[in-house]
């Protein structure tokens, strides 16, 4: 009985625990759980006004669609270029805005509709939540990643990087790109070949003037926002190195419980549940 009193006595003077908010988290989480992203498979734009875009490609996912796109970075076919779409609450595109020029020896045009991938292939973290989407959602090697039990695609989140096309069965070249600047357009998933993320930069891209013209296309010349260059990560001599959180790990599993049951002092109810695009995954530059 004394025992017991002792002990309840020590719980009532022992500072209250304060969870943890998934930034904590993932500022706590240590090295042994980030994961290099390969230098090669970095793109990094520039526009005229000395902003930076980084991004990183998904060759696992769409091989193909990225072997051109290193071919067009390789061969500065970007230079001189434009951003010629911004919609709101959607995209921003990028490319050459006549349709017309012509693209360098070695890019495949059209690729294969490299839209999934056989689930065989594919590891995932699952999330335990339902999704509109898809049977099963989660993370896959540093990707949002969803599945119907028989293959698995990329999913449109947040500054997600896709392939701008015309009507199937088209699948675009790589040539018109595009990242995901507003509310998830999930309904794009296994449609167009997702091939890549932004890292960095991309308020250099939704500051941007809206277009004005059908789907956000600027309508005059004027209005399109000049690129300097696009590269691969290889060949910018001061590209930060960069990682991932591992999916696999226990600061993973605790950053996407934390996503999900927000225990932070300005939250008063815990959702019990996440969609798969408010767990993204984080990157870091490598310390």
């Known amino acids: 009985m004394l025992t017991t009193l002792l002990l309840l006595q020590a719980a009532a003077h022992s500072p209250a625990v304060t969870p943890k908010s998934p930034g904590e988290i993932v500022a706590a989480a240590p090295d042994a759980a980030w994961r290099d992203i390969s230098p ?24 193909v669609h990225v072997a051109n796109i290193r071919a067009l970075a390789k061969a500065r076919w970007w230079d ?14 990028w490319g050459d805005a006549t349709e017309k020029k012509p693209l360098p020896q070695g890019v495949v045009a059209p690729p294969p509709a490299e839209y ?15 999704d509109a989407y898809a049977t099963k959602v989660g993370h896959s090697g540093g990707w949002p990643v969803a599945s119907d039990g028989k293959s698995a695609w990329l999913v449109h989140c947040y500054g997600m990087l896709g392939v701008g096309r015309g009507l199937a069965p088209d699948t675009g070249s790589g040539a018109e790109l595009y990242t995901v600047t507003g509310h998830a357009p999930r309904h794009l998933d296994r449609n167009i070949a997702t091939v890549g993320r932004v890292l960095e930069g991309i308020e ?22 000049p690129i300097r260059s696009i590269r691969l990560g290889t060949e910018v001599t001061d590209v930060p190195r960069w990682q991932y959180l ?29 969609d798969i695009c408010n767990v993204p995954v984080p990157v870091r530059r490598k310390p």
């Open 204 to 225: 250099a891209l939704t500051s941007l003037p809206r277009g004005t013209g059908n789907l956000g296309f600027y309508e005059k010349a004027e209005q399109r926002v």
């Open 40 to 63: 090669l498979d970095l793109l990094v734009l520039e526009l005229v006004n000395g902003a930076r875009v980084t991004m990183r490609l998904a060759p696992d996912w769409a091989p």
């Open 80 to 93: 001189g270029t434009s951003v010629n779409r911004v919609q709101d609450n959607y995209v921003v595109q």
């Open 116 to 130: 999934w991938r056989g689930l065989g292939s594919v590891w995932m973290r699952a999330l335990p939540y339902r």
């Open 246 to 274: 591992d999916e696999t790990s226990a600061a993973f599993a605790a950053y996407a419980d934390a996503r999900a049951n927000r225990r932070d002092a300005f939250f008063n109810i815990p959702a019990g549940g996440v």
